[in-house]
């Protein structure tokens, strides 16, 4: 976590169209909502009133040059952050987004062939450098994942193979280049061995939150004890 350090859990879902993102998204809800969390399920486009209609323009406008796409995406992402997803991690909720910065470097930078420093940066601007705890990357083979869609395609979906496939090249580069935060699942396996997975990172990743919450309050108990007369 970058920039803001607040004190609620950021995980994000990334992976090609079609990689069994949402369907992981609602597992994890749903696993932590049981154990009494509070969970904020968000999405990229879309997530606020005026991401809803970006949305719309950038999934279903018809043309749109790459650049006029990627402001686009970073207009929807700056409002995402400051609306929805900053102010639930302030009050310590579980926030978890189908998509976020890295579906712009993975989809400008590697299928709309922009430069990745320029994306990168734009994005950061974006978002106040606010960057997830852990991101997991379904990751499957477009061929795979397309055959799964179940509706009719959007500007992205129907960009064809190549642009898929060097849109899930990208992902992965992120995902070398950034270790700690990215979580690579095969998600050409099972839809329970994904979710395995996932579910045994999470629990790791809740006993960290947890042990940091712990010291920061020994660490303020300290500080209040050297404070007294």
């Not at 154990?35 to 606020?48: A, D, F, K, L, N």
């Not at 898929?164 to 061995?193: C, K, M, P, Y």
Request: net charge negative; with cysteine.
């Amino acid at each position: 976590m970058t920039a803001h350090a607040p004190a609620g859990l950021f995980i994000s879902f990334e992976g090609v169209d079609g990689a069994g993102k949402t369907t992981q998204v609602e597992r994890l809800r749903d696993y932590f909502a049981q154990q009494g969390r509070r969970v904020v399920v968000t999405r990229e486009p879309g997530g606020t009133g005026l991401g809803v209609r970006l949305r719309q323009m950038l999934l279903h406008g018809g043309d749109i040059a790459p650049r006029t796409e990627a402001l686009l995406f970073a207009a929807d992402r700056a409002q995402h952050v400051a609306e929805v997803i900053v102010p639930a991690l302030d009050r310590g909720d579980i926030v978890i987004t189908d998509r976020y910065l890295d579906s712009s470097l993975a989809y400008q930078a590697g299928g709309r062939e922009l430069t990745v420093d320029d994306v990168r940066g734009l994005s950061m601007w974006a978002t106040g450098g606010l960057l997830p705890q852990r991101t997991y990357l379904l990751d499957v083979d477009p061929q795979v994942s397309h055959r799964r869609l179940t509706h009719g395609e959007d500007r992205m979906e129907s960009a064809g193979y190549d642009f898929q496939r060097r849109t899930r090249e990208e992902f992965l580069n992120l995902a070398r280049a950034d270790a700690g935060r990215f979580l690579v699942v095969d998600a050409s396996a099972g839809i329970e061995t994904v979710w395995d997975t996932i579910r045994t990172d999470a629990d790791a990743l809740l006993g960290g939150v947890a042990a940091s919450a712990s010291a920061g309050i020994s660490d303020d108990a300290q500080q209040t004890g050297e404070c007294r007369p």
